[in-house]
Structures are given as C-alpha cells and as structure tokens.
C-alpha cells in the first residue's frame, strides 16, 4: 500500500505516468494531462503538438490573472495550473513533467482530490537526481499588497495559517494553520475546493470566463448560503487559499517558514515567491 513520504526533504517522481482529461474552467474546452515520472528536478511542463520542447518552469513564467494562475511559455498560455502544482508539491514529488494538448488544466472537482488519486493509484519512486534546493529565509519577509497581507518568519518546520474576511455570511473570518507535511496536505488541504459568488458567476460569464465553470466544479456562495452544500470542512474556503498558495510556491519551492497569510490572492502570492527567488539565488 502506497503512503506518502513523511516530509519534503527527499526527491521523489511519479512510480507511473498519469493521464487525465477534463473541461478547462475558463475556455470550456477539453484538455488532456500526462504527468510522467522525470529526472529533471521541479516541474516542466510541454505541449503535445511540440513535446520534444520542454519547458523548465519558474517564476519568470507566471503571468497574473485574477482568477487563476497562467504560464506564458513562449508565447503560449497555460491557465489553471495551481491546483495540479500544489498536488504535486504538496504531496511530496520533486520532478514532474507534464504535457498538455490544450491551453488550460482542468479543474476537475475545484479541489486537489483528483489530481492526489492519480498519484496514490501510480505511487512515488526516489528520484536518482536531486531535488531543487528550498528557498532559506535568512529574515523575515513581509509582502502587502492593498489590504492583503504575507508575513513569512524563518523556521525549520513549515506551517501556514491562512486568514480571511468576506462580508458574505456564509464565509465569514476564517482561519487555518496547519503544519505543512504530504499527509497533512492530502488529509486537511487537497480536498478544500475553489469557491465563488452566484452574483458574480454572470458577469463573469458575461465577460467571457469561467465557460467551464458550474456548480460541480466549485462552491458557490449565495451571501448568507451557500448554493451546493455540504461543505468538506466548516472552513473550506481558508483550507482552499492555502491550497492556491501551495500552487504559487512550486515555482520557488516550499521556502522553510512559518507564513501567515491575511487575504492572499495568486497576485500577492507571486510577489512572495519572487522574493524566494532573490533568497535562493
Ligand atoms: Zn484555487
């Protein structure tokens, strides 16, 4: 039986290649994902009309969208890359390659659960390469961002405490700290789906975004409601920011900290993984 590793210390790749399709949340269209087992460390990625070109990523690869996180590879986008980044990282891989036919990463069940369920079902092999060296602190970081908030103090243990403030009901002030380990992320974070407004979800649709977006891809709040209950966990939507930051942080690396994030967004998260870059280089 497959169990995660205990910690992010050693270098692991996928024991298989997985292959998985789904509906893009903003094209609408359908993408197909193989994950292969790598001996490059951290993630690249690759289209499937061009698969001999492959992409290293890091952050110099991240273009800012309000609702998801995108690569511009040369020229070519990929959007909605947080959630598979942050199974992967999260759960202890180091080195994975990932070719795309599409422009998008599905979004599945809003959650990371999808993309952990391949992994248990391939399992996990030491890589014979090294991992990428995780960023240092060597004092505290401080990001702001309006009235949003990342303050990252150095420690040997990896813990997040993520804080949020809507003024809907049903969401509320929230908070979650977790120390961060691969079971800890399946168990308490994986499952934590992407969250949205009813009010919003026409004009977004309007706008020409979220053409693949429904109530079986996210929760969806109605102000005081929500509109597709039960919640996986009272505190589903903080459980899901931390989800996102875990995403943004596989272009860095997960930096050995304590961070408290107040209000994250994909914009904040990547102003913090671009000062893990200065550390680390
Ligand atoms: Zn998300």
Known sequence: MFSFPDDYEEGWTLGNEIKKDGIGLHTGIKCNVI???TE???FS??????ADKVFSIDISHVRNTPLCTTLDLDGKKISTVEHLLASLIGSGVTHAHIEITGREIPLLDGSAMGWIEEIE????????TSP??????ISPICINNGESVILAIP?????LIGLIDFPYKAIGQQMFSIELTPNNFVKEIAPARTFGFLDQLEELKKAGLIKGGGLENALVCNGDSWVNPPLRFDNEPVRH???DLIGDLAFVGLPRAQIIVYKGSHSLHNEFAASLQKVLT
């Open 155 to 159: 420690s040997e243990n990896l813990k």
């Open 132 to 137: 990428k060296p995780r960023p240092e602190l």
């Open 241 to 243: 920011k931390l989800l």
């Open 121 to 128: 079902k391939v399992g996990m092999v030491h890589s014979t």
């Open 40 to 42: 490059l460390p951290g």
């Open 35 to 37: 994950i292969r087992p």
């Open 45 to 50: 990625f690759s289209f499937s009309e061009d």
